[in-house]
């Protein structure tokens, strides 16, 4: 095979050149689970910061810089999305580069970029030829259809061009490992995926494919050992779904969840596209197999001839369907023998039977979405197991006549449902939908909603105290599109901020009459106490946050203490970015401001181009939170405490006509009021003000 020299990946060519001559194909540990690739890692950056191909962030301000050049980055490759596969020259492990890189505000996720290795495929003899396409129904089914023109991807060990049951239906594709366009399998285990998804049928040679007339679109992801990292899987997927494809067929997989593996795989639902994985071959006490267990995958598992779940057969929450996986005969290639056919067993062969059905069942009705199409599979499947869905088999053995059947039906998406239960309201209680049109509410509070039709629909309960809440609730339109709404009126948080009075137990000042108590009391006198964080000013509660969750909290006069309870040990009290959080309420966007220059005699922050200067920078060196049990304070222990600068320092008139100066950080305020030294901005005070708690 002649390769070429040019990488097939439009406007990136020259620097997927450069990172094939920085990144050899090393890997830390054999494959057989995820090992991580020694060398390199993958993180995905906030929106607005970008990479060259140096690993260095085009904008100065970025807090990234700082970080890349201490574990030694040297390269970066664009997957997609704000993801970047970095190149480090040190001799960290990825997981300790990994957590450097995360303590960066610039970055979502840093993570490994760990192997993934193709679902085993052990060659029993051949006890049958084919009998899986009774068991699902496709002789059925083929009376009715047998295909369209869906592309089904094939994401795996490449395709072989020249088997007689396959070259037909073959699409140009890509090789992402040797990065040329001749994916031509040298493993094997692509080829024999492919044939189960889409084989040429009544054509008086070899064997037939679940869909007839689907075009296979071969993207080689997995090398001649069958193994492949995330970050190139993750292209892959991303590939298939920019060159047409709406069907991806992935047997392969392993532990441990990945945030750019996940990404891709969200990337291509949102684009309509429907990924059907493998559920795994590690038996019922496995562990979930990734990217079968993203929720946005279709996850199958392996039956024997008898409709039972095959010992092998990885179970869990996330299993979604079964098919067939016992002495399943396909196409192959081997290296010494070339192209043939051979039987084999694993959730390999079930999963690409299942997306040969889906294809089947989409060119029947183009328009559906991935969930929609899934909800297809999922209402037509057979059960074979426990009654309901379960975690060996899902919904059961995927049926291609049911699928069919159903996707037909007019009413198929006129049938989701939306209910819930109004709580902690003043009674009576009036609920709109779409503000016109009254939902009943029975005595507890409960309603329903059926018969809907996919979009998104607005409830608005109104309480005899005149208080509102707004429920929102998006579905597919299918009999599986069930939402659960808690519409629980918040309490009013103002009361937290009320008086307190002692109860005998906890620390109580009287200045603001509130009490310190637990954890928050113990970071509160262990850091600074009065001077950094002043008097609380609330009890501590559980302040609701609809993007971040619930979280237990307490203000104090500079200062917002949040609990973290998954966080380690001695770092579960954290502080809230009150500086960054009060300049985006006033409108100013200080990411936008650009850096300064770096002034003689100061501490120059290059993550965010800002100076400290004078007062402001003895008090910063003077203060932080204690964390190396040495004498005074490091950079990194004032930076836990106040953050990195975000302007430079500045005059400011004060409410009584005083005009001193400030500068902002991204956890406090400095200011300077002469004779009485540099003191912190009361934020933690301004904070729950504009919030309108106080």
Not at 305 to 317: C, I, L, Q, Y
Request: proline share 6%; with cysteine.
């Amino acid at each position: 095979m002649t390769t070429r020299p040019c990488p097939p990946i439009r406007g990136a060519g020259w620097i997927l050149l450069l990172f094939v001559m920085v990144l050899p194909h090393t890997v830390s540990a054999m494959p057989g689970a995820t090992y991580a690739r020694s060398g390199e890692v993958v993180i995905g950056v906030r929106s607005g910061i970008a990479l060259n191909h140096r690993a260095r962030p085009r904008h100065a301000g970025s807090t990234l810089a700082e970080a890349l050049q201490r574990v030694g980055a040297v390269a970066a490759l664009p997957l997609g999305g704000d993801a970047y596969r970095v190149r480090f020259a040190t001799g960290s492990s990825p997981e300790q580069v990994s957590r450097v890189l995360l303590a960066s505000v610039d970055v979502r996720y840093a993570e490994p970029n760990r192997w993934r290795v193709r679902q085993r495929l052990p060659n029993d003899p051949m006890l049958a030829r084919q009998w899986a396409l009774t068991a699902i129904s496709a002789p059925s089914g083929w009376d009715q259809t047998t295909g369209a023109a869906v592309p089904i991807a094939i994401i795996d060990s490449g395709v072989s061009p020249t088997h007689l049951d396959l070259k037909q239906q073959l699409l140009p594709g890509i090789d992402l490992v040797s990065l040329d366009d001749d994916p031509r399998d040298d493993d094997g285990h692509g080829t024999y995926t492919a044939g189960l998804a889409a084989a040429t049928g009544d054509d008086g040679v070899g064997i037939t494919g679940v869909c007839w007339s689907c075009p296979i679109i071969p993207i080689k992801a997995l090398d001649r050992r069958g193994r492949g990292d995330d970050a190139t899987i993750a292209l892959g997927i991303r590939w298939a779904v920019d060159h047409g494809a709406r069907i991806i067929s992935m047997a392969l997989g392993g532990p441990t969840e990945s945030r750019v593996l996940h990404e891709a795989v969200q990337y291509a639902t949102s684009r309509g596209a429907l990924i059907v994985a493998a559920a795994g071959n590690d038996g019922a006490d496995g562990p979930a197999s990734y990217p079968a267990a993203f929720p946005e995958v279709l996850s199958v598992a392996a039956l024997d001839r008898d409709s039972n779940v095959a010992s092998f057969s990885t179970s869990g929450p996330y299993i979604d369907l079964a098919a067939p996986g016992v002495q399943i005969f396909s196409t192959t290639w081997q290296r010494l023998q070339g192209d043939g056919y051979e039987s084999a067993d694993g959730t390999s062969a079930a999963s690409p039977q299942v997306a040969g059905v889906a294809a089947l069942v989409l060119g029947r009705r183009d328009a559906l979405t991935a969930d929609q199409l899934a909800d297809v599979l999922r209402l037509g499947a057979d059960d074979v197991d426990a009654p309901g869905p379960d975690e060996r088999s899902g919904y059961g053995r995927v049926d291609l006549q049911r699928a069919l059947a159903l996707v037909d039906d007019p009413q198929l998406l006129q049938r989701s449902v939306i209910e819930g239960q109004i709580r902690d309201a003043a009674w009576p209680v009036t609920l709109l939908l779409d503000d016109t049109t009254p939902v009943p509410l029975d005595a507890d509070g409960r309603f329903r909603l059926s018969g809907l039709a996919p979009g998104t629909y607005v409830l608005l309960a109104t309480d005899q105290a005149g208080r509102t809440l707004e429920l929102r609730a998006s579905v597919n339109g299918t009999a599986l599109g069930r939402v659960w709404l808690d519409g629980r009126f918040a309490p009013d948080e103002r009361a937290n901020f009320a008086a307190e009075t002692p109860d005998g137990t906890s620390r109580w000042f009287p200045e603001t009459q509130h009490s310190l108590r637990g954890a928050f009391q113990a970071f509160w006198e262990q850091h600074g106490a009065l001077a950094a964080f002043g008097y609380p000013i609330s009890r501590e509660f559980v302040e609701r946050d609809p993007q971040a969750g619930d979280r237990l909290v307490q203000y104090f006069e500079r200062h917002r203490f949040e609990f973290h309870p998954d966080a380690p040990a001695g770092s579960q009290v954290q502080l809230t970015r009150l500086g960054d959080q009060l300049l985006r309420a006033v409108g100013i966007d200080w990411y936008g401001a650009g850096p300064n220059p770096p002034i003689v005699g100061c501490r120059f922050f290059e993550a965010t181009g800002r100076n400290v200067c004078g007062a402001f920078l003895v008090h910063w060196r003077a203060s932080g939170i204690e964390s190396d049990g040495r004498p005074g304070f490091s950079d990194a222990e004032s930076l836990a405490l106040f953050g990195y600068p975000l302007g430079e320092a500045q005059p400011q008139t004060l409410a009584d006509g005083r005009t001193i100066m400030v500068q902002w950080f991204e956890r406090a305020r400095f200011e300077d009021h002469g004779d009485e030294m540099v003191l912190l901005g009361l934020l933690g005070d301004e904070l729950a003000r504009v919030r309108g708690l106080r």
